[in-house]
């Protein structure tokens, strides 16, 4: 079956950076696109990255120009690298993969930056 696990999450001071990765199994990694979400408690999920299986990425308006999503097939695994981090970046952060109408999620990585 699909799993997904992050990591990299932790305690930040606003201003700086922090790599999230997510290692996926159970798929033919290299066909699959894939998503980055976070949440804060209370809120709805905000989707923020997308990558395709061939590496073109979008990104949400609140994270455009501080956060590069990318992938290595070879381990299997996408990262989320974060910079210029701000109070309001604290959430758990997910990722997601859609196949067939399905969405597969990990357990998520908190990330929390103090001011």
């Known amino acids: 079956q699909v799993q997904l696990v992050e990591s990299g999450g932790g305690l930040v001071q606003a201003g700086g950076s922090l790599r999230l990765s997510c290692a996926a199994s159970g798929i033919i990694f290299s066909n699959n696109a894939i998503n980055w979400y976070r949440q804060v408690p209370g809120r709805q999920r905000e989707w923020i990255a997308y990558i395709t299986s061939g590496g073109s990425t979008w990104y949400s308006d609140s994270v455009k120009g501080r956060v590069t999503i990318s992938r290595d097939n070879a381990k299997n695994t996408v990262y989320l690298q974060m910079n210029s981090l701000k109070p309001e970046d604290t959430a758990s952060y997910y990722c997601?993969?859609?196949?067939?109408?399905?969405?597969?999620w990990g357990k998520g990585a908190l990330v929390t930056v103090s001011s």
């Open positions: 997601n993969i859609r196949r067939f109408a399905t969405d597969y």
